[in-house]
């Protein structure tokens, strides 16, 4: 059973809306990360935080942003979704074992 | 710079057969190393990891992988397949070395086709 939850898990929404992935996670774990893949392909970081009000941009140019205010809740906000956004949005997080337990994914769209 | 290959984009393999996964990687200190796989429209599933002892390390489903120093490689493998492994797989490394950064290195996935 996933211990870190990821809403909505599909979203269709219009060019210019704002939005926010919501992720939480209940295992206490203090890294958390945001990857984004398209269908059956490579996972790109876009953000990582190693702790509460820590926030770091991953390897990928994202124009989406993030915040950590509480351990558990790490969302991710796109200020103006633009179609070149869709894809799907997987949220992460670390344990002291150094493995990842993912959330099932947002899959976006932007039409 | 830490690095992940897996060199192939697609593994095809009859129900039943054996199957192997390959995964290579570079790291300027001790590896550790981990499988996952990802179901059509979902996250990724933890399979197995390799941080120290034993190089034969057995995870979720019946898959197995071996970590091999001198060749830098940790291949994944399950001795009979099941159509329903058919998924994407991916290799991951984190440097030993590399203190409190616990970022995964990924490779690029490998699709697993299980012909019945």
């Known amino acids: 059973?996933?211990?870190?939850?990821?809403?909505?898990?599909?979203?269709?929404?219009?060019?210019?809306?704002?939005?926010?992935?919501?992720?939480?996670?209940?295992?206490?774990?203090?890294?958390?990360?945001?990857?984004?893949?398209?269908?059956?392909?490579e996972l790109h970081l876009i953000h990582y935080s190693y702790g509460v009000n820590s926030t770091e941009k991953g390897d990928l140019s994202s124009e989406s942003t993030v915040s950590r205010i509480r351990t558990e809740h790490f969302p991710l906000t796109l200020e103006s979704a633009r179609p070149s956004h869709t894809s799907q949005y997987l949220c992460a997080s670390s344990d002291a074992y150094y493995g990842y337990t993912f959330g099932s994914g947002t899959r976006l769209t932007v039409v | 710079a830490q690095s992940v290959a897996q060199p192939e984009d697609?593994?095809?393999?009859?129900?039943?057969?054996?199957?192997?996964?390959?995964?290579?990687?570079?790291?300027?200190?001790?590896?550790?190393?981990?499988?996952?796989?990802?179901y059509p429209n979902r996250g990724l599933q933890f399979l197995l990891k390799y941080i120290t002892g034993d190089n034969l390390v057995k995870g979720s489903y019946g898959f197995e992988a071996?970590?091999?120093?001198?060749?830098?490689?940790?291949?994944?493998?399950?001795?009979?397949?099941?159509?329903?492994?058919?998924?994407?797989y991916f290799c991951a490394v984190r440097d030993s070395n590399a203190g409190n950064n616990r970022k995964l290195i990924w490779g690029l996935g490998t699709s697993l086709a299980v012909n019945p």
């Open chain 1, 1 to 41: 059973e996933a211990d870190i939850y990821q809403t909505p898990r599909y979203l269709v929404i219009g060019t210019g809306k704002k939005i926010t992935l919501e992720c939480s996670q209940t295992m206490g774990h203090d890294k958390m990360y945001w990857y984004q893949q398209d269908p059956g392909m």
């Open chain 2, 10 to 38: 697609q593994v095809n393999v009859a129900e039943g057969n054996p199957l192997t996964v390959k995964c290579t990687y570079s790291v300027s200190g001790n590896p550790y190393l981990f499988w996952y796989v990802q």
């Open chain 2, 66 to 88: 071996e970590f091999n120093k001198s060749q830098t490689s940790f291949h994944l493998k399950k001795p009979s397949a099941l159509v329903s492994d058919s998924a994407l």
